[in-house]
């Protein structure tokens, strides 16, 4: 079955350290990848999206980044967190679904609470 | 561009009350419409589609019918749970089009 991991579930950082989330997806191949930010009291905000190894798409100039270093892991990344970092952080992804042409279903990971302070 | 407007809430009712919250979107194609719903502390869920004009929707109670005239996609539940109280995201996605577009969430809290 198709699954996603997305870890750590919880993550408190200080002001200018570094970070790293991990999502990993299994049971599909050549998935496209997000990643969704979720601000306190706010909707979903798309920060990247990678349609295949090393292909990285930003939706939002931060100091954040990606990367994708292989086909089914999709890497959250900052050399020095923000306050305004703090956000609750969801792993996507999505393949076209079988028989539904165009349509991309979409599978979110149970995501990651990062508090920066 | 493409948006998705819903209402923000946060919705309280008591529990068997009739549900609606609604969504209305603006795009540039023809789009899918979904609901999702996260529930505190986890991740979204996909709670049901609809892909095309005229089609309904519809999951664990739920229904939204694609109304491409009013450009709308409601949510309706005819007797809600506590066990629904959760966050409601309305989104779309454009045919072959690879992101999603979501609106800002509703919090609905279903009183016992």
């Known amino acids: 079955s198709q699954t996603i991991h997305q870890w750590p579930a919880t993550l408190v950082q200080p002001v200018g350290s570094p970070l790293s989330l991990e999502c990993t997806v299994e049971g599909t191949s050549n998935p496209n990848l997000y990643w969704y930010r979720q601000a306190a009291g706010r909707g979903l905000q798309l920060l990247f999206y990678?349609?295949?190894?090393?292909?990285i798409s930003s939706e939002v100039p931060q100091n954040l980044s990606a990367s994708r270093p292989q086909d089914r892991q999709f890497i959250l990344s900052s050399k020095k967190l923000l306050l305004s970092d703090s956000g609750f952080y969801l792993c996507?992804?999505?393949?076209?679904?079988?028989?539904?042409?165009?349509?991309?279903?979409?599978?979110f990971g149970s995501g990651t609470r990062l508090t920066v302070v | 561009g493409d948006s998705v407007t819903q209402m923000e809430g946060p919705v309280t009712l008591s529990e068997e009350a009739f549900l609606t919250i609604n969504c209305t979107y603006t795009?540039?194609?023809?789009?899918?419409l979904f609901w999702y719903v996260q529930y505190p502390g986890e991740g979204l869920q996909l709670l049901l589609k609809a892909t095309k004009a005229d089609d309904k929707g519809s999951n664990k109670g739920f229904e939204a019918t694609y109304r491409k005239e009013t450009t709308s996609f409601h949510l309706e539940k005819g007797s809600v749970q506590v066990s629904d109280s959760a966050v409601y995201f309305c989104a779309l996605t454009l045919l072959y089009g690879q992101n999603f577009v979501f609106g800002p969430g509703t919090r609905l809290s279903v009183l016992p």
């Open positions: 990678s349609v295949g190894i090393g292909q």
């Open positions: 795009a540039t194609g023809y789009p899918s």
């Open positions: 996507a992804w999505s393949v076209k679904v079988q028989g539904e042409d165009g349509h991309y279903g979409y599978t």
